[in-house]
């Protein structure tokens, strides 16, 4: 079955620090990837998705994500985290030809001042 | 552009009582999905309307339904509270296009006591 995995449940960088957030899905062919931001109590937003091209995604907010086909990895950086960064950071996937989305369960995101 | 829209913000209930969530997507979206996001769990797909048809439900019992009326705005219904159904309910939109990113609403915070 396709499933997405974020094996960090909890991590924590001090502000200014790099940071990279872990993405591995598990399907056969390439899918739609994406990355979403959820500040507490509030909805999703979306960061930045991958659908083909260039693997190396720019999106909001300064984060850049990195599909790796070899690895089945779409993993999340930052170069310098901002306090307001503090959040929880959900990757997820959309098989290619299906409107079926898989979330993974989520990284919480705490910077140290 | 107006976003998705969800309506009541927060809803305490009793155990045993029927909630009623609601949903407005974002205009020319005719895709609605439902997602429980209850405490340490991520999120967990509930439902997925198209065109006014379920077209796809999570692993959750009958007690959850919903429709999608002709203007495409949802309702999610919960019948028979029990208490593990206390959580954040999100509601997103998309055009029916596959790998499109998928657009949240705020959720709504349902407590059952």
Known sequence: ?113 | EAGVTQSPTHLIKTRGQQATLRCSPISGHTSVYWYQQALGLGLQFLLWYDEGEERNRGNFPPRFSGRQFPNYSSELNVNALELEDSALYLCASSPRVTGNEQFFGPGTRLTVL
């Open chain 1, 1 to 113: 079955a396709q499933s997405v995995t974020q094996p960090d449940i909890h991590i924590t960088v001090s502000e200014g620090a790099s940071l990279e957030l872990r993405c591995n899905y598990s399907y056969g062919a390439t899918p739609y990837l994406f990355w979403y931001v959820q500040s507490p109590g509030q909805g999703l937003q979306l960061l930045l998705k991958y659908f083909s091209g260039d693997t190396l995604v720019q999106g909001i907010k300064g984060f850049e994500a990195e599909f790796k086909r070899s690895q089945s990895s779409f993993n999340l950086r930052k170069p310098s985290v901002h306090w307001s960064d503090a959040a929880e950071y959900f990757c997820a996937v959309v098989i290619s030809g299906t409107y079926k989305y898989i979330f993974g369960t989520g990284t919480r995101l705490k910077v140290l001042a």
